[in-house]
């Protein structure tokens, strides 16, 4: 069974431009969670889905990221415009409906970097 | 928010020695969680340990949990090569759905 996939895996792009990070999350997954990592600040939690439904944003940074589930196997995160402090790696986890377990399952990631 | 926070930040040892990390919190838990980070790549689940179990064990990995020190130690026996990576833990809070990372230690095995 394949993982949660992650496009691009890089990304290079210029001050002011509009990024577009994809993850598709494991298959009866229902939860699926952005986060950032970065040396500075570690691994931030950006926002989370629940059943397609954004439940917690509250990590989200500035209005120039929004994030978007319009179905169960696909979702994207986009900076618009994009900041050279926005340069990090982007991770997409998704869990399976809560049980007392709630593991999460990553992708490999999106290392963006804003010149 | 809730953060755990590992001890040590980086870990140096020879093949064959193990490997202990810790990691502390500061409020009541629902279960707390490590994971492994090798280089370039993803977080990759190890092991989970609930508020009311105490130690657990899973291959060369043993997880031990005190609730009243807020802290756990994941034990990595018997150390391999390969085990070199970044270990994060993270905590589920009570009354909450998502985790909190660390911002882990660095372990390092030499051949």
């Known amino acids: 069974d394949a993982g949660v996939i992650q496009s691009p895996r890089h990304e290079v792009t210029e001050m002011g431009q509009e990024v577009t990070l994809r993850c598709k999350p494991i298959?009866?997954?229902?939860?699926l969670f952005w986060y950032r990592q970065t040396m500075m600040r570690g691994l931030e939690l950006l926002i989370y889905?629940?059943?397609?439904?954004?439940?917690?944003d509250s990590g989200m940074p500035e209005d120039r990221f929004s994030a978007k589930m319009p179905n169960a196997s696909f979702s994207t995160l986009k900076i618009q415009p994009s900041e050279p402090r926005d340069s990090a790696v982007y991770f997409c986890?998704?869990?399976?409906?809560?049980?007392?377990?709630?593991?999460?399952?990553f992708g490999p990631g999106t290392r963006l970097t804003v010149l | 928010s809730q953060q755990g926070e590992e001890d040590p930040q980086a870990l140096s040892i020879q093949e064959g020695e193990n490997a202990t990390m810790n990691c502390s919190y500061k409020?009541?838990?629902?279960?707390l969680q490590w994971y492994r980070q090798n280089s370039g790549r993803g977080l990759v689940h190890l092991i989970l340990?609930?508020?009311?179990?105490r130690e657990k064990h899973s291959g060369r990995l043993r997880v031990t949990l005190d609730t009243s020190k807020k802290s756990s130690s994941l034990l990595i026996t018997a150390s391999r090569a390969a085990d070199t990576a970044s270990y994060f833990c993270?905590?589920?809070?009570?009354?909450?759905?998502?985790?909190?990372f660390g911002k882990g230690t660095m372990l390092l095995v030499s051949p």
């Open positions: 986890a998704s869990s399976p409906p809560r049980g007392v377990d709630n593991e999460q399952f």
């Open positions: 409020t009541s838990i629902n279960n």
């Open positions: 889905f629940n059943n397609n439904v954004p439940i917690d």
């Open positions: 298959s009866g997954h229902d939860y």
């Open positions: 340990i609930r508020s009311n179990e």
């Open positions: 993270a905590i589920m809070n009570s009354g909450y759905s998502t985790l909190t």
